[in-house]
């Protein structure tokens, strides 16, 4: 059961675009969310985060928005980078201070061309 | 800060046999890791929380006989495949909360992984 869900399974923006990742959740008790940052072979990097209390959280050139009546929540990356290439991953979490394990979604493979 | 290893990033082994996989904190102390499995094109799923010092929780589906997990100290876990059969190939990846962390968050930090063929 995909309690988070990320339905676009590719996207191809320009450099120098804005990258828009997209992330529903159905579980109403999460109110931690997280994007990480995947390249093969290696292990997910933590990008950036938001708690429920809030609806936007910006670092850099990476802006996750929260829509929690909606439970959907978006990474933006402006301007687009190629470095920025890679699998990002939505999680998800009940409660940030609990220490439980985060539930993934299927990623979105980001491919920024030049 | 907030880095987590792995040992060996890759290892191939003959069916039937079992394999132990290192995941380490290297500068904070863990109380709670987690091991996650990835198939190729698929999401990282959930086998088993670690806690220091005590059984591992695992999830629904997960064998805990033959995914055994140890949690001795709390800059290490281990995950052995027991008997691992070609069906266990897989990428596994640990991670870990580091309590320390202002605020805190649920980030998880990950290891590299670890790429297991079993032939």
């Known amino acids: 059961d995909q309690q988070v869900k990320q339905n676009s399974p590719s996207l191809s923006v320009q450099e120098g675009r804005i990258s828009i990742l997209n992330c529903d959740y159905t579980?109403?008790?999460?109110?931690?969310f997280l994007w990480y940052k995947k390249y093969p072979a290696e292990g997910p990097t933590f990008l950036i985060s938001?708690?429920?209390?809030?609806d936007k959280n910006e670092d850099g050139r990476f802006t996750v928005f929260l829509n929690k009546s909606a439970k959907h929540l978006s990474l933006h990356i402006v301007p687009s980078q190629p470095g920025d290439s890679a699998v990002y991953f939505c999680a998800a979490s009940p409660n940030s201070n609990s220490g439980y394990a985060l539930n993934f979604g299927k990623g979105t493979s980001l491919l920024v061309t030049p | 800060g907030a880095v987590v290893s792995q040992h060996p990033s890759r290892v191939i082994c003959k069916s039937g046999t079992s394999v132990k996989i290192e995941c380490r904190s290297l500068?904070?102390?863990?109380?709670?890791m987690f091991w996650y499995r990835q198939f190729p094109k698929q999401s990282l799923m959930l086998m088993a929380t670690s806690n220091e010092g005590s059984k591992a929780t695992y999830e629904q589906g997960v064998e805990k006989d033959k995914f055994l997990i140890n949690h001795a100290s709390l800059t290490l876990s281990t995950l052995t495949v027991t008997s691992a059969h070609p069906e266990d190939s897989s990428f596994y990846i640990c991670?870990?909360?580091?309590?320390?962390?202002?605020?805190?968050?649920?980030?998880?930090?990950f290891g590299p992984g670890t790429r297991l063929t079993v032939l």
């Open positions: 500068d904070f102390q863990a109380t709670t």
């Open positions: 991670s870990a909360r580091d309590p320390s962390l202002a605020g805190g968050g649920n980030e998880q930090f």
């Open positions: 938001i708690s429920s209390i809030k």
């Open positions: 579980n109403s008790m999460f109110d931690y």
